[in-house]
């Protein structure tokens, strides 16, 4: 081995003699099989203990195996600098890269950790999963080939799909319409509707509720085609509405959900769930272009936000902390959080809100001190509540 390949190798058991490896990650894959992206390696305890535990990630699916300590190392050893080009052995001392060049010249880096604690995982024989990816609606929007297999190149969206499942799962069992048997849901641009579908299916024959599933979408063409599923499907409380979130008037609602809904679209799905009493709404904003344009970073910040994507990230977080404490203010429970890894998706922020009757809500309106400190003076969201729906004031709330 060359003298880099022996410190990355040595580093390796190094950390799992001492209890802090964490994790270890091949990527830049360059061997013959198309399908193969790239492996991960966890440590697992098993009746007849710790190993390595290898998944090989393909684009359609992952395939799993266990090797003894000894045996999985000689494995890392084998694949460096060989079928990967790179790897990374994470730890909690530091993180550990062995990157090659196309000539599989090798260099080693040494970085301060990405992780704190070690994780050792209990075997977990089947990985379980809300979504059944043998349903008809999966091969009739594409994700799955007709025995149901998913394709090259939805992989990631099929893992999106059961991430949401799960997630809306969590959401509605811990809220205050968990008990009721009949649910109503409306999906504020639903486009190729991979979640819409799912959602009804989770409710209607996993939950055994009695759901209504309206799915909103602008273009005419999805609009006939998801219709045309969902009754060849037999999904008779799924219908999909052509139109606008903006224009389209909607009715009371127990969940409205809003993904990737493009800049004030987001703003406007808010208002919408809001004049429909929603108790749970669910949101995945992207594209948030309007408050960069009318903020003004203070001027003892600039220093960090004088380059453009700190500036573009920093407005993101305000949009979306802003519609966040506005959900609050109108007696959610609220929450922000990441959706599904950035390897599947970069628009991965979640705003969940809970409605919560006893919720006290604070006197102050925080939402001002932040846009003063920012110099927000033109919101859009406050702009459209504004104009349709008037707060119940925090006295009458606590009242």
Do not use: W
Request: with cysteine; hydrophobic share 35%; proline share 1%.
């Amino acid at each position: 081995m060359t003298s880099e390949k022996e410190k990355f190798i040595g580093e390796l058991r190094k950390s799992i003699s001492d209890n802090s490896f964490v994790k270890l990650q091949f990527g830049k894959y360059r061997g013959d099989d198309k399908e193969f992206q790239k492996i991960i390696v966890n440590r697992i305890n098993l009746k007849d203990g710790e190993r390595l535990s290898f998944n090989f990630r393909y684009n359609t699916k992952d395939v799993v195996k266990n090797f003894e300590i000894e045996q999985g190392i000689k494995l890392a050893e084998d694949v460096t600098g060989n079928d990967f080009l790179s790897g990374t052995l994470f730890t909690t001392k530091n993180d550990y890269t062995i990157d090659h060049s196309k000539k599989r010249v090798p260099s080693f880096h040494i970085k301060k950790p990405s992780f704190n604690d070690p994780e050792i995982k209990e075997h977990n024989r089947q990985k379980t999963r809300k979504i059944n990816q043998e349903a008809e609606y999966f091969h009739l929007l594409g994700i799955t080939t007709e025995d149901g297999n998913v394709k090259t190149g939805m992989y990631d969206k099929f893992r999106q799909v059961d991430k949401f499942i799960e997630t809306m799962d969590s959401i509605f069992k811990t809220s205050g319409i968990s008990e009721k048997d009949t649910i109503s849901i409306t999906d504020m641009g639903s486009g190729k509707s991979y979640l819409t579908f799912a959602m009804y299916d989770h409710f209607n024959n996993v939950l055994n509720k009695n759901v209504t599933v309206k799915g909103i979408e602008q273009n005419h063409e999805l609009t006939e085609l998801s219709n045309r599923f969902s009754v060849k499907c037999g999904f008779t409380g799924l219908e999909f509405i052509n139109g606008n979130i903006f224009d389209t008037e909607i009715e009371k609602t127990d969940i409205t959900i809003a993904l990737h809904a493009c800049d004030t679209a987001t703003d406007d799905a808010i208002k919408k769930a809001l004049g429909a009493d929603s108790e749970i709404i669910v949101l995945a904003p992207c594209c948030q272009k309007y408050v960069r344009k009318k903020m003004t970073v203070p001027e003892k910040l600039k220093g960090i936000f004088d380059y453009g994507i700190h500036e573009e990230r920093l407005a993101v977080m305000l949009t979306d902390g802003l519609r966040a404490m506005t959900l609050e203010k109108y007696g959610y429970d609220t929450r922000v959080f990441e959706f599904v890894s950035t390897d599947h998706t970069a628009r991965n922020t979640m705003i969940a809100a809970v409605k919560n009757s006893s919720k006290i809500i604070k006197s102050e309106d925080e939402t001002e001190i932040i846009k003063s400190e920012f110099g927000i003076d033109d919101f859009y969201l406050d702009k459209i509540l504004k104009e349709g729906i008037s707060k119940k004031t925090a006295d009458e709330k606590n009242q």
